[in-house]
């Protein structure tokens, strides 16, 4: 923790709170983590002569973004199984490739490729749901990566766990060792309706409303999925989880493609979270999400990559544009989801879906100082008349320039501070050689 102040001068202060508003050339001081005064240039450099200085004469700051659905190891498998839709590709090539090769390294190293490739995108908070969950906490912990971690329940023993009582017991374990860590929180995380069991989700509901812990599944991301349910137990996903206890604010459902007008009410009534992953949606061949009209609705809206199999990257700026572009066209309203409300989901709606607005989300007093600052002084960026359109539909990952977490700054004129670029790629290289080598045989 810096226990000297740090004052960052930039062109823009984009604060997400209030929406649309955009301070020209506004300074965001910080101290011991936190911001704690945002405030003209000018005055900025009277009261606080002594800080240390950073210049951004040509940059845009803005909240961490928040990738409120991914899977992060599984950046091992990006571009393994391409062109497929959800079931074939998970039936047939990702589990299959999972059972073969994930473990504390695969994980570990996945986590870490991961971790580096959201940091160069402005990601700072991460909602992952994978196996080894220890294992991925304390990677985020390593980079200074603030973590949502999932303990993750599923019907199928794996490498980590073998029947749904040891992924519990297992994930309430790393839940106790992460009590009030400045860095990482926990959901539950129950893989899809397909793949858990009543007993098992009656147990997360529970335990969610006893702990006051969110929990993050996969809910009505294919018409498959509701076929199954139909045949399986005679109703639709969601009537299930209803029936189970599951609804609540606690819940963020994730995907969200199949949406009949009486599940719009049941997810207004209950306060339930959606996290939106468009480009995993559009690659799978999944659905569209009804986003303007969850929107009007009131209902919150978060945004998510998937994993870097079913995406292939873990670029936030693309889920923003493909997210207002979508809800246009689905809703032939050029009006729709305006880029304001992109970077909102992106940010704000996505702590409020984890239960971290009062600490994350805005670029407000008080709050964690967790900031992106975003060069808009290239020609890609020019002319500029609008920052906040900018940001959402002209730039991308690349002119992410500065990251701070926490206060500390992770990545430095596009540098890490806290991770080795050249070990991150090596590894993963031996991992690529590795599961090529072995796929020549099958
Ligand atoms: C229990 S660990 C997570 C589990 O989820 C699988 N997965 C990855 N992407 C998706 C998706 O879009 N829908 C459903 N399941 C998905 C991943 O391969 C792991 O097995
Ligand atoms: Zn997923």
């Known amino acids: 923790m810096q226990n000297i102040k740090t004052l960052i001068h930039a062109r823009w202060v984009i604060p997400v709170i209030p929406e649309g508003q955009i301070l020209e050339n506004h300074s965001l001081a910080i101290y011991q983590g936190r911001i704690v005064d945002c405030l003209p240039r000018i005055e900025a450099e009277t009261r606080y002569r002594d800080a240390h200085q950073i210049e951004l004469t040509q940059h845009a700051l803005i909240p961490g973004l928040i990738n409120a659905h991914i ?39 996945g986590a870490l490729l991961a971790i580096a490739e959201m940091l160069r995108g ?15 906490a304390q990677a985020a912990v390593e980079a200074n990566m603030r973590a949502v971690i999932g303990m993750i329940v599923i019907d199928f023993p794996s490498r980590w766990a073998k029947t749904p009582e040891d992924y519990l017991r297992k994930g309430l374990e790393l839940n106790d060792n992460y009590q009030n860590h400045p860095l990482i929180k926990t959901a539950f995380a129950p893989h899809a309706p397909y793949t858990v ?32 349910s139909i045949t399986q137990y005679g109703m639709r996903p969601l009537g299930r989880l209803q029936r189970l206890g599951l609804l609540s604010s606690r819940l963020l459902a994730v995907h969200m493609t199949q949406l009949t007008d009486q599940e719009f009410q049941t997810i207004t009534k209950h306060g339930i979270h959606i996290v939106h992953c468009p480009e995993s949606n559009l690659k799978l061949a999944s659905g569209f999400c009804p986003v303007a009209k969850l929107y009007q609705a009131g209902i919150n809206i978060a945004l998510g990559t998937d994993s870097a199999a079913s995406n292939n990257d873990l670029d936030m700026f693309v889920e923003m544009r493909l ?29 409020q879906a984890l239960g971290l607005e009062q600490e994350i989300g805005s670029l407000e007093i008080g709050k964690i100082a967790d900031i992106v600052a975003v060069d808009l002084g290239g020609l890609e960026t020019q002319p500029l008349y609008d920052p906040i359109s900018q940001l959402v539909y002209t730039a991308g990952r690349d002119k992410v320039s500065d990251v701070w977490i926490a206060g500390q700054q992770v990545l430095k004129r596009r540098q890490f501070t806290t991770l080795d670029e050249r070990l991150l790629l090596s590894r993963t290289q031996a991992w690529a050689e590795r599961i ?4 020549k045989f099958t």
């Open 71 to 109: 899977h992060s190891p599984m950046s091992l498998l990006r571009g393994l199984a391409d062109d497929l839709p959800l079931m074939e590709w998970l039936e047939k090539h990702i589990w299959p490739a999972e059972t073969k090769w994930v473990s504390e390294t695969f994980v570990r190293d």
């Open 122 to 136: 402005g990601i700072t908070c991460f909602n992952d749901m994978y196996f080894f969950p220890e294992v991925v």
């Open 436 to 439: 090529k080598e072995s796929r």
């Open 197 to 228: 069991s009543d007993e098992s989700l009656t147990q997360v509901a529970i335990l969610s409303k006893e702990l006051n812990i969110p929990v993050h599944m996969h809910i009505h991301e294919t018409v498959e999925e509701i076929n199954r």
């Open 323 to 351: 997210t207002a572009l979508l809800a246009k066209a689905l809703a032939s309203d050029a009006s729709a989801i305006p880029a304001k409300q992109a970077l909102r989901m992106a940010t704000l709606n996505g702590a």
